[in-house]
């Protein structure tokens, strides 16, 4: 009989299957053992409480995705909401497909709604749906008077949201907390509607934000994802490298972007991704991009990006200025990158661009 030791220690399988495919261990461990036939010890094989926990997180955020979606599409006070949408160039068909819904005002629908279908109000708090309020016991709904965008896995199961404000109000996007079901550092935005388009293209477009993945995805561009927010991290980096080694990064020009954009082609070259860098003029996010110049346009930009090690190296010479010594501190500066970079003709072209200038 396999014992559970002897599995958590050939424990490479099962953590790629957890952090991939969002399995907990038990469920990676029956994952594989169902597919390989393997009879697996009961103790391994029933579900443990926090499995049960898991999926009953699991059921409540697909319900509170449906509530949403309802909300926005029915009730008299998401007006506003439709209308922003519409504003900001969504059509109906890519709402419907990412899931976007609206959370209302009145701080307990959602909780009423979904303990009405069984799910504790402790439970929904695990899930960051719910909070308890300072004052009492009771507990109101985590988003209220957002727009509301679910953050889905590969396969598309909704595990957290996102809520925009309407107006100036901050933070302009609320996030889901980390839970049992989501952590932020191993998903990527979009990644479910755009991997297939990836996979055939060999070709990842990774962009800053919820919109910037939408918008140019509802106008054509299928192989887009979005890391929500600068700091990429190496799961998501690892997730993205399942399906191509291949990416534009097309961060904001305007953010504390540039730092944020050397960390992650750092950890891009780590996992051996062959990297461009897109800067769109007059500094523009895609989506703002694309709803001025089009598709197309975008596309063609695409074709000129810059390949990272000039993005290094022009941003390391700005910082510098002139003089040889500058040039020194610039060849410091990206050292750590330089380090990276896995072949040594490029690693050397890299050091005489810079230090000559
Ligand atoms: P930006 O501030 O660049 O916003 O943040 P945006 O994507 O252009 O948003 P719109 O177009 O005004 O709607 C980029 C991303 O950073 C995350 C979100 O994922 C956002 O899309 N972010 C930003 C947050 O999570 N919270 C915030 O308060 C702001
Ligand atoms: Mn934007």
């Known amino acids: 009989m396999v014992s559970l030791l002897r599995l958590r220690r050939q424990r490479d399988i099962f953590r790629f299957l957890m952090s991939v495919d969002n399995l907990s261990f038990p469920e990676a461990v029956r994952w594989v053992a169902e597919k390989y036939s393997i009879a697996l010890p009961v103790f391994v094989a029933r579900p443990e409480e926090s499995d049960k926990d898991r999926q009953q997180i699991l059921d409540a955020t697909q319900a509170t995705e449906a509530f949403y979606q309802n909300v926005l599409r029915a009730e008299p006070e998401a007006q506003e909401a439709r209308r922003y949408l519409q504003q900001r160039g969504l059509r109906e068909e890519v709402i419907e497909k990412f899931g976007i819904g609206y959370a209302p005002s009145g701080g307990g629908r959602l909780i009423g709604y979904l303990t009405e279908q069984g799910f504790a109000a402790e439970l929904l708090e695990k899930a960051g749906l719910a909070k308890k309020s300072e004052l009492g016991k009771g507990y109101y709904d985590s988003f209220r008077r957002r727009i509301i965008f679910p953050i889905k896995d590969v396969r598309g199961k909704t595990l957290a949201f996102g809520g925009r404000v309407m107006d100036d109000g901050v933070p302009k996007y609320l996030n889901s907390p980390e839970t049992v079901i989501y952590s932020k550092s191993r998903h990527l935005f979009g990644l479910c509607f755009a991997r297939e388009a990836i996979r055939e293209q060999n070709h990842a477009i990774l962009v800053e934000g919820y919109l910037d993945c939408i918008i140019p995805f509802q106008e054509g561009v299928r192989n ?70 089009g598709a197309q346009e975008y596309r063609r930009s695409m074709k000129q990006c810059e390949p990272y090690l000039e993005f290094i190296a022009d941003e390391a010479l700005k910082d510098a200025g002139a003089g040889a010594r500058s040039r020194l501190n610039a060849v410091n500066a990206v050292l750590p990158i330089l380090a990276k970079v896995p072949d040594r003709v490029e690693r050397l072209e890299f050091v005489s661009r810079i230090s000559s200038g």
């Open 224 to 293: 887009i994802v979005a890391s929500l927010g600068t700091s990429l991290t190496q799961g998501q980096v690892r997730l993205l490298g399942r399906y191509t080694k291949n990416v534009v990064v097309n961060y904001d020009p305007d953010t504390a972007g540039v730092n944020a954009m050397r960390r992650s082609l750092e950890l891009f070259l780590e996992e051996g991704f062959r990297v461009n860098v897109l800067r769109l003029p007059d500094g523009l996010d895609p989506d703002a991009f694309v709803r001025r110049s």
